[in-house]
């Protein structure tokens, strides 16, 4: 078959969509691509299995609406899968239904967590045809395309894994629920050049060290219970892979692509005696003296005898959920997390050496606005002091899927259910807050980096051209974020 892997450009005033491999959609004025990995990795075994593959990026290479339909139909594919998330899905069913005018024959296919909450209702509201639920959609979008029968014009039922809705006739047709039983080790390494991963090497925020790449050690978070987050829709049990073979991805970039700064994407990335054979393994095989390495991970998960050996394997950032300095909402939101742990796990990761970046949430339907000064007031106290290096702030969407999604259904404390509207530009959840003032919670936080002492602190840290470059490219992009949360009405 000759199949495209795509996102579809979404031209909006609003700013660029951070689409692909984000488990918290917003639109960026000051553009951020993430390398998508597992979509990456279902180009690289379709390719393996025979089938002849496209990637095309709409949204990465700036591509108008009309280039990419151009591209598409050069290509003449036999199908078109896509991965998708709440706030721009309407635009996805569009676009499918703009396919199938052109080309009835096309073969479309949507994945990600927002169809994982919802299958049929794409099938509702557009002409797809398979939808793949959970998260290793890799493995699925292969068994499918490798299920078809050319002869008849259709899917071979029997040889369809769980998790693949379909259309069959007039019918929608469901394998059941899908299972996380796939063998990571057993996915091929993924083939940079298919996926020009260079797109996604020097526009993104986390990366110091350019060309950058993303990798996934595991899928997804061992924690993996916050009610906010959508992607345990996706992986609700826990994976990895081994070390040999999370290792040997990071030697491979750094050999044969000059990766300098690798960011594995893992919801949290392994903890205990995974994570120190990792290290010894990174040091054994010289790669901490060529690249550096950031991560997720949990506060209060490692101890500063554990940051230290992170930090003798290369790693430099160390991305912490902060969510909110109010324990009741830590606790409601079940972030198995205390107040009095966050400032301790900032300070050990400093101590070793380590760079925290801190995320926080505003809009939470149960926070007054006194709480949510306390926030605020934590991550300035944060950021200023040095004790974390960088944020992101952003407000509560509750994603379909997500028990928050569930819990405001149930309490009426949605505002619309109109999915354009769930992009983090407004608040879609009742709040005791007005929206203007959400707003300036989170562009509070961004303004912290004209704090004279935050500033000073940051002047006193540059030590080469690479930290001036990555602190002026950082001015540029706290900009865009006051930016994103100026207009209540946008």
């Known amino acids: 078959m000759k199949i495209i892997l795509a996102y ?19 639109y960026f004025r000051e553009p951020t691509f993430i390398y998508p990995v597992v979509p990456a990795s279902a180009a690289t075994m379709l390719r393996e299995a025979g089938h002849e593959v496209l990637w095309l990026d709409g949204i990465a290479q700036g591509w108008t609406a009309q280039r990419f339909l151009d591209e598409v139909k050069a290509f003449g594919p036999d199908l078109i899968a896509m991965e998708t998330k709440t706030p721009v899905v309407k635009r996805h069913w569009r676009t499918i239904d703009d396919l199938k005018r052109g080309d009835a024959r096309l073969l479309t296919v949507l994945f990600g967590d927002h169809v994982t909450a919802l299958p049929q209702e794409s099938f509702e509201r557009s002409r797809v045809d398979a939808v793949l639920t959970g998260g290793d959609y890799d493995f699925l979008l292969r068994n499918l395309c490798d299920s078809f029968n050319r002869a ?7 040889r369809l894994e769980p998790g693949i809705w379909y259309r069959q006739g007039d019918a929608v047709k469901s394998t059941g629920t899908f299972r996380l039983d796939h063998d990571l080790d057993a996915a091929p390494l993924i083939d940079r050049a298919l996926t020009h991963w260079n797109l996604y090497a020097f526009k ?40 040999a073979n999370a290792v040997d991805e990071i030697e491979y970039l750094v050999q044969r692509h000059g990766v300098r700064e690798i960011m594995d994407d893992t919801g949290t990335f392994p903890a205990g005696d995974w994570l120190a054979e990792f ?23 490692l101890t500063e005898k554990e940051y230290r050996r992170m930090k003798a ?4 950032l160390v991305l912490f959920g902060l969510e909110s300095a109010n324990q009741e909402t830590l606790d409601r939101i079940d972030k198995d997390l205390k107040v009095e742990d966050i400032t301790p796990s900032c300070l050990a990761a400093r101590r070793a050496g380590l760079y925290p970046h801190i995320t926080i949430m505003f809009g939470y339907p149960w926070e007054t ?21 960088t944020v992101q702030a952003t407000l509560v969407i509750p994603y379909p899927g997500s028990r928050l999604f569930e819990e405001c259904r149930r309490n009426g404390w949605l505002r619309t259910q109109d999915w354009d509207d769930y992009d983090m530009k407004r608040p879609v959840m009742a709040a005791p807050i007005d929206d203007a003032a959400l707003k300036g919670f ?13 500033i000073l602190r940051k002047i006193f840290a540059v030590r080469s051209v690479s930290d001036l470059n990555y602190f002026a490219c950082g001015v540029k992009k706290v900009l865009g974020h006051i930016f994103d949360f100026a207009n209540p009405s946008t």
Request: aromatic content about 12%.
């Open 8 to 26: 579809p450009p979404i031209g909006s005033e609003r700013g660029v969509p951070l689409l692909s491999q984000n488990r918290q959609f917003q």
């Open 152 to 158: 008849q014009g259709a899917w071979d039922a029997r």
């Open 204 to 243: 993104n925020g986390n990366f110091k060290r350019t060309p950058g790449a993303y990798v996934m050690a595991g899928r997804d978070c061992w924690w993996g219970r916050c009610t906010f987050c959508s992607w345990p829709t996706l992986y609700p049990s826990y994976r990895k892979r081994t070390v």
């Open 279 to 301: 290290c010894d393994e990174v040091i054994r095989r010289g790669l901490h003296r060529r690249v550096v390495i950031d991560c997720n991970m949990r506060f209060g998960a």
């Open 313 to 316: 394997a290369g790693f430099r």
């Open 369 to 389: 606005r006194e709480q949510a000064a306390k926030t605020l007031e934590l991550g300035r106290r944060l950021l200023v002091k040095g004790l974390a290096y």
């Open 442 to 454: 989170v562009q509070g936080i961004y303004r912290t980096a004209f704090v004279p002492e935050f």
